[in-house]
């Protein structure tokens, strides 16, 4: 069976940080891009950062300079580091797994969710003093 699972959330206050990981399971992960999405109550889900397979990376305005997504071969992992993160960030964090070609990514294509094969079950984010 295929899947992603993310761990790494929590409770954070403002101007800190953590890290998300996304751990493949059932597949090479390396092979693959991995987007990271969010949703904050009442809101869309928004696309923000994904690792295509040839290490290509893409970020939303909103959070760069302060995520970084990278990738673990070894680990069969996808981390995202949050720095200085703000309220505005709190929200379940996805992790998605695109099996198609890189070029469908470039712009904002790696944005769009119906893009994604499958998603992991998510991991809550709060950011609050």
């Known amino acids: 069976q295929v899947e992603t699972v993310e761990f790494g959330g929590g409770l954070v206050q403002p101007g800190g940080s953590l890290r998300l990981s996304c751990v493949a399971s059932?597949?090479?992960?390396?092979?693959?891009?991995i987007g990271w999405f969010r949703q904050a109550p009442g809101k869309e889900r928004e696309g923000v950062s994904c690792i295509s397979s040839d290490g290509s990376t893409y970020y939303a305005e909103s959070v760069k300079g302060r995520f970084t997504i990278s990738r673990d071969k070894d680990k069969n992992t996808v981390w995202l580091q949050m720095n200085s993160l703000k309220p505005d960030d709190t929200a379940v964090y996805y992790c998605?797994?695109?099996?198609?070609?890189?070029?469908?990514?470039?712009?904002?294509?790696?944005?769009?969710?119906?893009?994604?094969?499958?998603w992991g079950q998510g991991t809550q984010v709060t950011v609050s003093s």
């Open positions: 998605a797994t695109f099996l198609g070609p890189d070029q469908v990514l470039h712009g904002n294509g790696w944005t769009r969710k119906s893009l994604y094969d499958f």
């Open positions: 059932g597949f090479t992960l390396d092979y693959y891009a």
